[in-house]
């Protein structure tokens, strides 16, 4: 009894998440200019509009500039982090730690405030460096956690016995602990590019008008007039962080028992 109701609780809750997506994605072949159901009939006008209008196809080129750039930044900071913070070999090891974890928990609109402030007065404000290192900000955190679980389950006895070897740390570092901790570093990037294709908030504050990303345009396209453009947008970014969420998940289960 008892499991039939943890079944029926997780069910209502998958669709009270998933029901609205479903509602949407479909209006994205609308052949109206109208999100309405019934649909009339169905076309591809709406994907067209975003490769051919050059409002989406500069926020598309944006989204993957600022998330390349804010994932390869993030990547190195919190692979470095995670690698410095751990066994906790460094005073207030624990406390630095939940220090790299605030942008995970800090209200987006503060956070977006702050770093307005601070690229203001480093003049980058509405740039795209700018934008780049905001992302970044938020996007760390997922490689620090990351790239911290895949270094805990790294034996240490593998390290000893390279340097037992004769190996200087640097070889170490670069022969065994770095290609041992591979899986971690790409999926924590692959987390850092999904959060910084999806972040709208924060876009808002430190980017003009130059550097509108996709999420930025839909929000502003949903002010402005609703279009199916919008759902069309909607539809890729779901499907390409799912694939990227798949492409996690995959290199998670790669992840051999000794050192998972």
Not at 25 to 48: G, N
Not at 74 to 79: D, I
Not at 227 to 237: I, R
Request: aromatic content about 6%; proline content about 7%; glycine content about 6%.
């Amino acid at each position: 009894m008892l499991r039939a109701l943890q079944i029926v609780f997780g069910s209502l809750v998958v669709a009270f998440l998933i029901l609205p997506i479903i509602a949407i994605l479909p209006l994205a072949f609308t052949s109206s200019v109208f999100l309405t159901y019934p649909i009339p009939s169905y076309s591809l006008r709406w994907f067209e509009e975003l490769v051919t209008a050059d409002v989406w196809r500069l926020s598309i080129i944006n989204s993957l500039i600022v998330g390349g750039g804010a994932t390869l930044l993030s990547t190195v900071l919190g692979t470095l982090a995670a690698l410095g913070l751990r066994g906790n070999a460094l005073p207030l090891a624990g406390l630095l730690r939940t220090l790299f974890l605030l942008p995970m928990v800090v209200p987006a609109v503060v956070l977006g405030v702050g770093m307005q402030i601070f690229l203001v007065r480093l003049g980058l404000a509405s740039t795209y460096p700018g934008v780049i290192i905001a992302h970044a900000v938020l996007c760390v955190p997922f490689v620090v956690v990351s790239v911290s679980a895949a270094l805990q389950g790294i034996d240490p006895a593998v390290e000893k016995a390279a340097m037992s070897l004769g190996a200087p740390p640097i070889t170490v570092f670069r022969r065994v602990t770095l290609p041992l901790a591979v899986p971690g570093v790409v999926s924590g990037a692959v987390f850092a590019f999904a959060t910084s294709l999806d972040e709208v908030v924060i876009t808002l504050f430190v980017a003009g008008p130059n550097q509108r990303t996709l999420a930025r345009q839909m929000f502003s396209s949903i002010r402005e007039n609703i279009s199916p453009t919008v759902a069309a947008a909607a539809l890729l970014l779901i499907v390409g962080t799912l694939c990227l969420a798949a492409l996690a998940a995959l290199l998670r289960r790669r992840e051999k028992p000794a050192v998972a």
